[in-house]
């Protein structure tokens, strides 16, 4: 059998160069996105120092430049409540654990407003340390070692690290208390149920959600088959610590606004604006959540298992791609190894289980306009980067068990990945159809967007996903380019089209005749606007309409290779022809 021994000097060694690094590619990002610095003194004083060494260690990647930074956003609010916090435990809309830390740090750095990312940064360094911990806690130093290093020089990382976001120090107290609780349940002791308590106090006063992963693990331990290994009395003095340190802040919220759940609750009328709704009714987080699954269970059931198991996941790995292309998909494919992996491992089952309990806050808003952002679910990649190092660990350390494990048992793992792989499928490919009917029945919009689950829509005539910015899309590239629509009845409906013409210097408009089962609903003139999509809308009668299937065709009037617009598009070939961009139909019931 082979072993991967890893000293605790060699650890620390080697954690300290991985800190080093991961700081160095933020400071660089911070100076180059926000600098030059004049204050404080000693974040000037280093300005120097970290650009030469940057230009001779790290990438050459082009940061976006910020003149006035922290503007539109979160962060500007951290700094005001920062700057306005007298009482840490004062009723407040922002649990007080990120403001707390950004006014120690504007006071260590004269109240200059880069205190903010500095604490974000140092949050993001120590969401380091916390991984390597529970890869420890895990058997695995050296996965911990290494997906750690993975997510310090992941690109998108150190972009959303020097923000001034609080979610750095989110994924620090979730990913050290997945490590707390994991101790705890491993060996229960007075001193692990202090050190769990301490630091589920920590996770609940930077987002109250936190409660979400924490209860889990508290009903895992006291609610074991064997008496003899339930640690009640220290789950109970982890409870106690807890209370008495996060305890004093939802105190204050009842006393003060009647509500002690006040910093969350009062987030649900952002979010139902956000969905459209003029003048939300107050409403609690839980209530919000109910509400959303009485109105449409398949709608927020599609929306609530994407955000648990596919989008969190979707949107990582392209910052560790920036290092070497194909790297972010192999990384992928071991994740998702690592995770179906840990269902048979018993610490592995209790991190599966405070990562998806951990996610359940994200999965119901994520559809919501700005809910989507990949510094939401940092804390998620840390479980998955651990996953894939795990795995590689793993398949080296038991390199000879593996080899001489019966073909049976390898059997079972192929048909358990396939049997997973089809049930996904399946779920991916067929629930889109099912959530656009269930809208329609009752009466609601339906948008069916360019994207990975459109195949039921876009028949013939179209091209593969073209992506841009964060904009996904498909071309058509046949005269005659064909749809299809799944209306649940013949009635009138209004189809909503954001489509947009090749972009091409003095040509005359695009014209775009538009059928359904080859009946004439309209005819569209399309322009192209640099500041603007195209939304076009065409009435369908009810006579036009059949219950089930129905043809959505478009018949352009003009074809263009794409390399003559004035737009790149590099996954395109560019002698081919091309009518129109369509972003997304939305089919309105009248």
């Given at each position: 059998?082979?072993?991967?021994r890893l ?7 080697l954690?300290?160069?991985?800190l ?7 400071l660089d990002a911070l100076f ?13 004083g280093?300005q120097p ?9 790290t990438?050459?990647?082009q940061w976006r430049r ?7 956003g979160?962060?500007?609010?951290y ?6 916090m007298?009482n ?18 504007l006071?260590?750095?004269?109240d200059?407003?880069?205190?903010v990312s500095?604490?974000?940064i140092?949050?993001?360094?120590l ?7 529970l890869?420890?806690a895990l ?7 290494a ?6 020089i992941?690109?998108d ?9 609080r979610?750095?120090?989110f ?9 707390a609780?994991?101790r705890?349940?491993?060996n ?12 589920g106090a ?5 987002r ?5 992963f924490?209860?889990p693990a508290i ?7 064997n008496?003899?290994h ?14 008495g340190?996060?305890g ?10 009647g509500?002690p759940f006040y910093a969350?609750n009062?987030?649900t009328d952002?979010?139902?604006?956000r969905?459209g709704?003029a003048?939300p ?20 059931a599609?929306t609530i298992v994407?955000g ?10 392209d ?5 070497y292309p194909?790297l972010?998909w192999a990384?992928a ?9 840990w269902t ?5 089952r209790f991190?599966l289980l405070?990562?998806l309990f ?5 999965s119901?808003?994520w ?9 939401l679910?940092?804390f998620?990649y840390?479980?998955?980067?651990l ?8 398949l080296v ?7 001489t494990l ?9 048909l ?6 089809l ?10 159809y099912?959530v656009?009917?269930e809208?329609?029945?009752i009466g609601q919009p339906?948008?069916?967007p360019?994207?990975l ?6 028949d ?5 996903l073209?992506?841009?910015?964060n904009?996904v899309?498909?071309f ?6 064909t749809?299809?629509?799944l209306?649940?009845?013949a009635?009138?409906y ?7 013409p090749l972009a091409?210097?003095g040509e005359p ?6 059928t359904l089962?080859?009946?004439?609903i309209g005819?569209?003139e399309?322009?192209?606007n640099a500041?603007?999509i ?5 009435d369908?009668?009810a006579?036009?309409?059949e219950?089930g ?5 478009f018949?352009s009037?003009?074809?263009t290779p794409v ?7 590099p996954?395109m070939?560019?002698?081919?022809p091309?009518?129109?961009r ?8 009248r």
């Open positions: 059998m082979r072993h991967i000293s605790s000097v060699v650890a620390i060694v954690l300290a160069a991985v080093s690094y991961a700081g160095l590619l933020r180059k996105s926000y600098g030059p610095y004049d204050r404080p003194q000693w974040l000037a280093l120092a970290v650009r030469a060494t940057a230009a001779s260690l990438p050459d990647w910020v003149t006035v930074p922290y503007v539109g979160d962060p500007v609010n700094l005001k409540f920062a700057r306005e007298r840490f435990y004062a009723a407040h809309v922002r649990e007080p654990g990120f403001p707390g830390a950004t006014r120690v740090a006071m260590l750095n004269g200059a407003d880069v205190a500095l604490t974000s140092a949050f993001a360094l969401t380091l340390v916390a991984t390597f911990a890869g420890c058997g695995s130093p050296v996965a911990g070692l997906a750690a290093m993975a997510l310090g992941d690109r990382a150190v972009y959303w690290a020097i923000g001034g976001w979610d750095e120090m994924a620090f107290f979730a990913v050290l208390s997945a490590w609780w994991l705890l349940a491993q229960a002791t007075d001193a692990r149920a202090i050190v769990a308590g301490l630091v920590g996770a609940l006063l930077t109250i959600t936190s409660i979400m924490l209860a009903i895992f331990l006291i609610a074991r088959r008496p003899a339930r640690p009640l009395r220290q789950v109970g003095i982890a409870l106690g610590v807890m209370a340190l996060a004093p802040f939802f105190i204050s919220c009842a006393i003060a606004t509500d969350i009062n987030h952002f979010y139902l604006k969905e709704v003048e009714v107050p409403t609690t987080a839980v209530q919000y959540t109910i509400d959303k699954i009485q109105a449409r269970p398949i709608a927020a599609d994407n648990l198991f596919v989008y969190p996941f979707a949107n990582k790995w910052g560790v791609d920036a290092w194909g972010g990384l494919a071991l994740a998702i190894a690592g995770l179906v992996g048979w491992h018993r610490d592995g991190l405070l990562l951990g996610l359940f806050p994200f119901v808003t559809t919501v306009r700005g809910g989507a952002e990949w510094r679910t940092l998620a840390a479980f998955q980067l996953a894939a190092c795990w795995v590689v660990e793993g350390r038991n390199a000879d068990a593996i080899r019966p073909p049976r048992s390898i059997g079972r793992g192929v358990l990945v396939l049997a997973l792989g049930v996904f499928m399946g779920w991916t490919h067929a629930v889109p099912v656009v009917r809208a329609l029945k339906a948008i069916v360019a994207g689950r459109d195949w039921w829509f876009f013939e005539g179209w091209s593969r073209v992506v841009t910015g904009v899309s498909r058509a590239t046949e005269p005659v380019a749809a299809r629509l209306l649940p009845e009635r009138p209004t189809i909503v089209m954001r489509l947009h091409l210097a408009q695009q014209k775009v005749d538009i089962n080859d009946r004439p005819s569209l399309l322009t192209w500041e603007r195209g939304e076009y809308r065409v369908v009668p006579a036009s309409v219950p299937l129905n043809q959505l065709t018949r009037g003009r074809m390399g003559e617009g004035r737009e790149p598009f996954t070939k560019p002698d081919q091309v009518a129109f369509l972003w997304y139909v939305s089919i309105v019931p």
